[in-house]
Protein backbone atom coordinates (compact mmCIF):
# COMPACT_ATOMS: atom_id res chain seq x y z
CA UNK A 1 0.00 0.00 0.00
CA UNK A 2 1.21 3.52 -1.00
CA UNK A 3 2.53 5.39 1.62
CA UNK A 4 0.76 8.63 1.05
CA UNK A 5 -2.85 6.49 1.27
CA UNK A 6 -0.59 5.19 5.00
CA UNK A 7 -0.61 9.09 5.80
CA UNK A 8 -3.87 9.86 4.99
CA UNK A 9 -6.06 6.91 6.79
CA UNK A 10 -3.61 7.69 10.16
CA UNK A 11 -4.21 11.31 10.02
CA UNK A 12 -7.71 10.30 9.75
CA UNK A 13 -8.08 8.11 12.68
CA UNK A 14 -5.90 10.95 14.70
CA UNK A 15 -8.59 13.55 13.71
CA UNK A 16 -11.68 11.06 14.74
CA UNK A 17 -9.54 10.81 18.10
CA UNK A 18 -9.09 14.09 18.51
CA UNK A 19 -12.72 15.33 17.40
CA UNK A 20 -13.94 12.82 20.01
CA UNK A 21 -11.75 13.57 22.77
CA UNK A 22 -13.11 17.84 22.29
CA UNK A 23 -16.49 16.33 22.11
CA UNK A 24 -16.23 14.25 25.36
CA UNK A 25 -14.50 17.61 27.24
CA UNK A 26 -17.59 19.78 26.03
CA UNK A 27 -20.22 17.10 27.17
CA UNK A 28 -18.50 16.43 30.89
CA UNK A 29 -17.94 20.07 31.08
CA UNK A 30 -21.91 20.17 30.87
CA UNK A 31 -22.31 17.64 33.10
CA UNK A 32 -20.06 19.24 36.06
CA UNK A 33 -21.86 22.78 35.36
CA UNK A 34 -24.85 20.96 36.40
CA UNK A 35 -23.00 19.13 39.55
CA UNK A 36 -22.39 22.81 40.42
CA UNK A 37 -25.56 24.12 40.42
CA UNK A 38 -27.19 20.46 41.92
CA UNK A 39 -24.66 21.53 44.81
CA UNK A 40 -26.17 25.50 45.07
CA UNK A 41 -29.55 23.98 44.80
CA UNK A 42 -29.04 21.99 47.81
CA UNK A 43 -27.31 24.48 49.82
CA UNK A 44 -29.82 27.09 49.17
CA UNK A 45 -33.17 24.81 49.61
CA UNK A 46 -31.52 24.18 53.19
CA UNK A 47 -30.94 27.53 53.90
CA UNK A 48 -34.77 28.70 53.03
CA UNK A 49 -36.53 26.53 55.84
CA UNK A 50 -40.11 26.54 53.90
CA UNK A 51 -38.78 24.23 51.42
CA UNK A 52 -39.59 20.72 52.43
CA UNK A 53 -37.49 17.24 51.52
CA UNK A 54 -39.01 16.65 48.52
CA UNK A 55 -37.35 19.62 46.64
CA UNK A 56 -33.95 17.90 47.33
CA UNK A 57 -34.51 14.76 45.52
CA UNK A 58 -33.77 15.76 42.26
CA UNK A 59 -30.34 17.84 42.22
CA UNK A 60 -29.01 14.53 45.21
CA UNK A 61 -29.89 12.49 41.82
CA UNK A 62 -27.98 14.89 39.98
CA UNK A 63 -24.88 14.33 41.94
CA UNK A 64 -25.47 10.57 42.34
CA UNK A 65 -25.93 10.74 38.49
CA UNK A 66 -22.29 12.18 38.03
CA UNK A 67 -21.37 9.65 40.47
CA UNK A 68 -21.71 6.98 37.48
CA UNK A 69 -20.36 8.82 34.95
CA UNK A 70 -16.89 9.61 36.63
CA UNK A 71 -16.64 6.48 38.70
CA UNK A 72 -14.21 4.66 36.62
CA UNK A 73 -11.98 7.92 35.34
CA UNK A 74 -9.02 8.68 37.33
CA UNK A 75 -8.93 12.07 35.83
CA UNK A 76 -12.52 13.33 36.84
CA UNK A 77 -13.08 11.46 39.91
CA UNK A 78 -11.06 13.68 41.83
CA UNK A 79 -12.73 17.08 39.87
CA UNK A 80 -15.80 15.34 41.80
CA UNK A 81 -14.39 14.87 45.00
CA UNK A 82 -12.89 18.20 45.09
CA UNK A 83 -15.92 20.19 44.31
CA UNK A 84 -18.14 18.10 46.73
CA UNK A 85 -15.48 19.48 49.57
CA UNK A 86 -15.63 22.83 48.55
CA UNK A 87 -19.22 22.80 48.82
CA UNK A 88 -19.08 20.89 51.91
CA UNK A 89 -21.27 18.13 50.61
CA UNK A 90 -20.64 15.69 53.90
CA UNK A 91 -22.37 18.51 55.83
CA UNK A 92 -25.01 18.80 53.16
CA UNK A 93 -25.80 15.18 53.61
CA UNK A 94 -25.83 15.21 57.75
CA UNK A 95 -28.51 18.37 57.62
CA UNK A 96 -30.59 16.43 55.22
CA UNK A 97 -30.47 13.45 57.69
CA UNK A 98 -31.34 15.87 60.57
CA UNK A 99 -34.28 17.28 59.03
CA UNK A 100 -37.88 16.79 60.23
CA UNK A 101 -40.23 16.04 57.69
CA UNK A 102 -42.59 13.18 59.25
CA UNK A 103 -42.34 9.53 58.85
CA UNK A 104 -40.57 9.01 55.71
CA UNK A 105 -42.09 5.84 55.39
CA UNK A 106 -45.30 7.38 54.50
CA UNK A 107 -43.99 10.32 51.84
CA UNK A 108 -42.51 8.71 48.75
CA UNK A 109 -41.20 12.03 48.08
CA UNK A 110 -39.51 12.59 51.72
CA UNK A 111 -37.93 9.19 51.41
CA UNK A 112 -36.48 9.73 47.51
CA UNK A 113 -34.21 12.74 49.28
CA UNK A 114 -33.27 10.65 51.85
CA UNK A 115 -32.59 8.11 49.57
CA UNK A 116 -30.61 10.02 47.12
CA UNK A 117 -28.16 11.57 49.79
CA UNK A 118 -27.82 8.15 51.50
CA UNK A 119 -26.81 6.85 47.65
CA UNK A 120 -24.38 9.23 47.11
CA UNK A 121 -22.95 9.53 49.82
CA UNK A 122 -21.94 5.91 50.24
CA UNK A 123 -20.31 6.02 46.55
CA UNK A 124 -18.42 8.81 47.27
CA UNK A 125 -17.59 7.84 50.27
CA UNK A 126 -16.56 4.44 48.88
CA UNK A 127 -13.65 5.87 46.98
CA UNK A 128 -12.35 9.12 49.20
CA UNK A 129 -10.75 8.78 52.33
CA UNK A 130 -11.33 12.78 52.51
CA UNK A 131 -14.79 12.36 52.16
CA UNK A 132 -14.86 10.07 54.73
CA UNK A 133 -13.29 12.31 57.28
CA UNK A 134 -15.66 15.58 56.00
CA UNK A 135 -18.70 13.11 57.10
CA UNK A 136 -17.18 12.58 60.40
CA UNK A 137 -16.46 15.58 61.29
CA UNK A 138 -19.85 16.91 60.07
CA UNK A 139 -21.12 14.66 63.01
CA UNK A 140 -22.51 11.84 60.32
CA UNK A 141 -21.78 9.02 63.44
CA UNK A 142 -24.50 9.80 65.80
CA UNK A 143 -27.11 10.92 63.53
CA UNK A 144 -26.84 7.25 62.16
CA UNK A 145 -26.56 5.48 65.87
CA UNK A 146 -29.71 7.40 66.60
CA UNK A 147 -31.38 6.09 63.27
CA UNK A 148 -30.28 2.55 63.48
CA UNK A 149 -31.44 2.47 67.40
CA UNK A 150 -35.05 3.54 66.42
CA UNK A 151 -37.04 0.80 67.58
CA UNK A 152 -39.81 1.21 64.90
CA UNK A 153 -36.90 0.79 62.18
CA UNK A 154 -36.29 -2.62 63.84
CA UNK A 155 -39.62 -3.76 64.00
CA UNK A 156 -40.15 -2.94 59.93
CA UNK A 157 -36.62 -3.99 58.92
CA UNK A 158 -37.77 -7.47 57.64
CA UNK A 159 -40.90 -6.73 55.59
CA UNK A 160 -40.36 -3.26 54.92
CA UNK A 161 -37.61 -2.52 51.44
CA UNK A 162 -36.99 1.65 52.25
CA UNK A 163 -35.82 0.76 56.14
CA UNK A 164 -33.76 -1.65 54.81
CA UNK A 165 -32.42 0.49 52.22
CA UNK A 166 -31.47 2.89 54.62
CA UNK A 167 -29.92 0.11 57.16
CA UNK A 168 -27.76 -1.01 54.05
CA UNK A 169 -26.54 2.52 53.08
CA UNK A 170 -26.01 3.54 56.36
CA UNK A 171 -24.00 0.12 57.36
CA UNK A 172 -21.41 0.34 53.85
CA UNK A 173 -20.72 4.08 54.78
CA UNK A 174 -19.60 2.32 58.32
CA UNK A 175 -17.93 -0.23 56.70
CA UNK A 176 -15.99 2.96 54.21
CA UNK A 177 -15.37 4.58 57.79
CA UNK A 178 -13.90 2.01 59.33
CA UNK A 179 -11.48 1.28 56.40
CA UNK A 180 -9.40 4.23 57.49
CA UNK A 181 -7.64 3.54 60.73
CA UNK A 182 -7.52 7.34 61.91
CA UNK A 183 -11.39 7.49 62.39
CA UNK A 184 -11.98 4.55 63.81
CA UNK A 185 -11.86 5.96 67.07
CA UNK A 186 -15.16 7.75 65.94
CA UNK A 187 -17.13 5.01 65.79
CA UNK A 188 -15.69 3.13 68.91
CA UNK A 189 -16.69 6.73 70.83
CA UNK A 190 -20.36 6.32 70.13
CA UNK A 191 -20.38 2.02 70.68
CA UNK A 192 -21.02 1.05 67.10
CA UNK A 193 -20.13 -2.34 68.37
CA UNK A 194 -23.06 -2.02 71.05
CA UNK A 195 -25.80 -1.27 68.77
CA UNK A 196 -24.87 -3.90 66.57
CA UNK A 197 -24.08 -6.91 69.22
CA UNK A 198 -27.25 -5.42 71.60
CA UNK A 199 -29.73 -5.22 68.69
CA UNK A 200 -32.36 -8.08 69.02
CA UNK A 201 -32.90 -7.90 64.88
CA UNK A 202 -31.03 -10.57 63.11
CA UNK A 203 -31.23 -9.06 59.90
CA UNK A 204 -29.85 -5.69 61.22
CA UNK A 205 -26.75 -7.52 62.71
CA UNK A 206 -26.32 -9.54 59.82
CA UNK A 207 -26.14 -5.89 57.45
CA UNK A 208 -23.48 -4.68 60.02
CA UNK A 209 -21.39 -7.41 60.85
CA UNK A 210 -19.00 -7.44 58.16
CA UNK A 211 -18.11 -3.16 59.23
CA UNK A 212 -18.45 -4.23 62.91
CA UNK A 213 -16.01 -6.84 62.80
CA UNK A 214 -13.82 -3.79 61.08
CA UNK A 215 -14.33 -1.36 64.11
CA UNK A 216 -13.73 -3.82 66.59
CA UNK A 217 -10.36 -5.24 65.36
CA UNK A 218 -8.09 -5.19 68.68
CA UNK A 219 -10.93 -5.66 71.07
CA UNK A 220 -10.86 -9.08 71.42
CA UNK A 221 -14.12 -9.03 73.82
CA UNK A 222 -16.55 -7.46 71.06
CA UNK A 223 -14.64 -9.35 68.19
CA UNK A 224 -15.80 -12.83 69.92
CA UNK A 225 -19.51 -11.12 71.00
CA UNK A 226 -19.65 -10.34 67.43
CA UNK A 227 -18.30 -13.73 65.77
CA UNK A 228 -20.38 -15.61 68.54
CA UNK A 229 -23.72 -13.95 67.55
CA UNK A 230 -23.25 -14.52 63.33
CA UNK A 231 -22.69 -18.29 64.36
CA UNK A 232 -25.91 -18.43 66.37
CA UNK A 233 -27.98 -16.91 63.71
CA UNK A 234 -26.23 -19.04 61.14
CA UNK A 235 -27.18 -22.28 63.18
CA UNK A 236 -30.54 -20.98 63.61
CA UNK A 237 -31.11 -20.38 60.31
CA UNK A 238 -29.73 -23.88 59.07
CA UNK A 239 -31.88 -26.01 61.88
CA UNK A 240 -35.13 -24.01 60.55
CA UNK A 241 -34.35 -24.79 57.16
CA UNK A 242 -33.70 -28.75 58.29
CA UNK A 243 -37.00 -28.55 60.25
CA UNK A 244 -38.69 -27.60 57.04
Known sequence: MPRSIVDKRLQSTVQEYEDECKMNIVKYQQHFKEFDRALED???????????????????????????????????????????????????????????????RQYSETWQ???????????????????????????????????????????????????MFLFQMVSRIFHNIAQIETLKYHLEKHNCCEVCVNSSNDSFFILLFSGALDFAQGDCSYEQQIIARYESINYSSNNKRWDE
Do not use: R, W
Open 113 to 163: SITCALHGLCCYTTVSPTLCSAAVEAGIIPVFVSTLSQTSYLEDLNTNSSI
Open 42 to 104: IENILINSNYALLYLAQPLGCIKHIYNLVQSSPHLLPIAISKLMDKNYASLCVAIFKLQNGDP
